[in-house]
């Protein structure tokens, strides 16, 4: 069955840095695409970054424009997303989700798959 594990939560600082990551298996799938949602205590879930494989494209919200990079290492089936200059508005619990297509977006319900989160808190 279709597997996502992140890893790379933790306590940062406000200005810091951090990278998660999110690895995928049980799938056979031409083209998927990988998206980073996060949960605020309180709030919707929310399209932080996704990427496509059929093209490479990503897509960022625009809260997090110039400072997260999503990427993809298609030989380990993990995606990355790098972290910078974080905000204490930040702070949530962020999952990585996967959907078969080759549609790029941060819509949650294109995904059909999710991981079980992880607690980014940014805070000094």
């Known amino acids: 069955q279709v597997q996502l594990v992140e890893s790379g939560g933790g306590l940062v600082q406000p200005g810091g840095s951090l990278r998660l990551s999110c690895a995928a298996s049980g799938f056979t799938w031409d083209y998927y695409a990988i998206g980073w949602f996060r949960q605020a205590p309180g709030k919707e879930r929310e399209g932080v970054s996704a990427?496509?494989?059929?093209?490479?494209?990503?897509r960022y919200a625009d809260s997090v424009k110039g400072r997260f990079t999503i990427s993809r290492d298609a030989a380990k089936n993990t995606v990355y997303l790098q972290m910078s200059s974080l905000k204490p508005e930040d702070t949530a619990v962020y999952y990585c989700?996967?959907?078969?297509?080759?549609?790029?977006?941060?819509?949650?319900?294109?995904?059909?798959?999710w991981g079980q989160g992880t607690q980014v808190t940014v805070s000094s």
């Open positions: 990427i496509s494989t059929h093209d490479g494209s990503t």
């Open positions: 989700a996967i959907g078969e297509g080759t549609f790029i977006a941060l819509t949650r319900s294109l995904y059909d798959y």
